[in-house]
């Protein structure tokens, strides 16, 4: 070690391999807070370069988001407006399931709570106690008010005015993933960040430590760095290609391996949520934007043939197909070290959860906000390796769950697939989780910077598990309070929704 340097000496070069959305996630903060430019001087000595291959191109899929981005966005200073209109985004405050559970079905999960509640407990344990004492308790879902706003096809973002009903909810988007990477693409140049098309065909690594030294491209280019970040998607070209970080296969638990995807025209009203329905071997989803609807059919090709889920595909679009449905493969799993050496997996080089709940995307954030808190230097101590690690290992592994959960709890038996699912081996952790809540109401939640529990109340009634009891110090409240106090508040999420403007209207006023 450089005893001038007592930290092992400065990071003086990124290299971020890749120009997908998680490339340019990673290159964007890291070129706002350390790029070499005019502005920062010789302050920060730092390059940092990315490196994408046009031949290739990118997954060109991945287009709604859960409410964290706003965050990553507002933490790159991102003005929303701007952000809305060179994304073609639109608001999303959910997501509508149809069939899911049974054939018929149908549910809303909602960004936010059912609140603000009685007492100190979960607004769920009192509906509970109601559905017991009162025949035809309306549901649960009329006091979520993104729920409400779905169904109003309303928008508005919430106030702060805690605690209260404006906001008791949250929003994501739904935008053009080639027109997000652009827009990061942009900000990340402008900041410093030096983008370099070529093919990479080689990686050099050290002959003791294996630390990746070199990328060489195609035209003979060759790319030093001291820290390297894999968003090469599927290919995982550093973390498995150079590193063989090895694969944790989940396709046991979650059997979809197959997507198709196809733009199509847009029809009717711009919903402000994202729709998925079941279909016999896999699932649809149906994702509103400005200018078109995206469309994909998620299945596993063990249970049908891509040409019958091609016509499942084209059977589902509500509007003109803009393209040929274009086919993936993927195997749904954890890279078992997204930080090894001095690489960092980030994106689909890192794992890959079927996009049920749009949840790629969160992963990306997570694990470029990780990076960021545990920026090595450049000796890159394994100690930081383990803890991000740690923290993506737990947060992947509830996602994990959490989406098992939408298969495992189904009554369909109307399919293969669906038998399979029903009877399939799930992980002892979402076991419990069902157990717990199917006989006391209560909600195990591993991992609280993840799905928070209104999301598991929502899955879990929403397919069908009502709870045998609830918590007893709810019978402590009085109960004409408790039925005043859900009546009240159904009235107002009702008013309040009333007031709001629909989505559409909302989305011009962003578009001015
Ligand atoms: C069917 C499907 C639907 C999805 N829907 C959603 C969703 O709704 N919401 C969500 O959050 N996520 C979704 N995802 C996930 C989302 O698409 C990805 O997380 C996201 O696009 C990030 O991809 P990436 O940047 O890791 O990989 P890619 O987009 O594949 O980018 C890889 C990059 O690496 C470059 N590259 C590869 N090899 C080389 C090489 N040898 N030399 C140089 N460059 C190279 C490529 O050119 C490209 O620039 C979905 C995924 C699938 C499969």
Redesign the pocket.
């Known amino acids: 070690m450089n005893t001038s340097e007592p930290n092992g000496g400065a990071i003086r070069k990124i290299v971020i391999?890749?120009?997908?959305?998680?490339?340019?996630?990673a290159a964007a903060p890291l070129a706002q807070r350390l790029a070499r430019n005019p502005a920062r001087g010789a302050a920060s000595p730092c390059e940092v370069i990315l490196?994408?291959?046009?031949?290739?191109?990118?997954?060109?899929?991945?287009?709604?988001?859960?409410p964290t981005i706003r965050f990553y966005n507002a933490a790159l200073g991102l003005d929303r407006a701007d952000f809305v209109r060179k994304t073609k985004a639109t608001f999303k405050v959910g997501i509508d399931f149809q069939d899911w559970g049974h054939v018929g079905n149908r549910f809303f999960h909602g960004f936010g709570g059912y609140g603000p509640t009685l007492g100190k407990y979960p607004s769920h344990m009192y509906w509970l106690r109601m559905a017991k004492e009162f025949d035809n308790m309306p549901s649960l879902e009329n006091w979520s008010i993104s729920s409400v706003m779905a169904r109003e096809m309303k928008f508005t973002p919430p106030t702060d005015a805690t605690p209260s009903v404006t906001d008791a909810y949250s929003y994501g988007f739904?935008f053009d993933?080639g027109l997000y990477?652009n827009y990061l693409r942009d900000y990340a140049v402008e900041r410093g960040a030096e983008r370099i098309e070529?093919?990479?065909?080689e990686v050099e690594q050290h002959p003791e430590s294996g630390f990746i030294t070199a990328?060489k491209?195609?035209d003979g280019r060759r790319i030093e760095g001291d820290l390297f970040i894999d968003?090469?998607?599927?290919?995982a070209?550093l973390m498995e290609g150079a590193l063989k970080a090895g694969y944790d296969d989940w396709s046991e638990q979650l059997p979809c391996n197959s997507?198709?995807?196809v733009p199509c025209a847009s029809s009717g009203p711009l919903t402000p949520y994202?729709r998925v329905t079941a279909k016999d071997s896999g699932w649809v989803?149906r994702?509103p934007l400005q200018h078109r609807t995206?469309n994909?059919h998620?299945y596993s090709n063990a249970f049908t043939s891509d040409e019958a889920a091609r016509r499942v595909l084209l059977d589902s679009i509500d509007g003109a197909a803009l393209d040929e449905p274009r086919q993936?493969r993927?195997v749904t799993g954890r890279r078992r070290k997204s930080w090894y050496k001095n690489c960092v997996a980030?994106?689909?080089?890192?794992g890959?959860v079927?996009?049920l709940e749009?949840?790629?995307?969160?992963?990306?954030e997570t694990a470029v906000g990780k990076l960021l808190e545990l920026f090595p230097d450049r000796d890159c101590s394994p100690a930081l390796a383990d803890e991000f690690n740690r923290f993506m290992g737990i947060r992947y592994e509830s996602v994990r769950d959490f989406i098992i959960l939408h298969y495992k709890l189904t009554k369909r038996d109307d399919s293969e697939f669906w038998r399979y699912c029903a009877n399939m081996r799930i992980p002892d952790s979402l076991r419990h989780q069902i157990e717990l809540f199917r006989e006391t109401g209560r909600v195990a939640v591993y991992d609280p910077h993840s799905f928070a529990e209104p999301s598991f109340v929502a899955m879990l009634m929403g397919l069908g598990v009502m709870p045998k009891r609830y918590d007893p110090f709810v019978d402590q409240a009085d109960i004409r309070q408790v039925h005043g106090h859900f009546a009240g508040l159904r009235d107002m999420v009702a008013q309040t929704v009333a007031r709001m403007p629909g989505h559409e209207a909302y989305l011009a006023t962003q578009l001015q």
Request: proline share 3%; with cysteine.
């Open positions: 391999v890749g120009g997908g959305t998680a490339g340019w996630m490196i994408e291959s046009p031949e290739i191109g990118t997954i060109g899929v991945g287009e709604a988001t859960l739904q993933a990477a070529g093919m990479i065909v990328v491209l195609r968003c090469s998607g599927f290919r070209l997507a198709l995807a994202t989803w994702i995206g994909g998620v993936l993927f980030v994106g689909l080089s890192a890959f079927e996009p749009s949840t790629s995307i969160h992963l990306i």
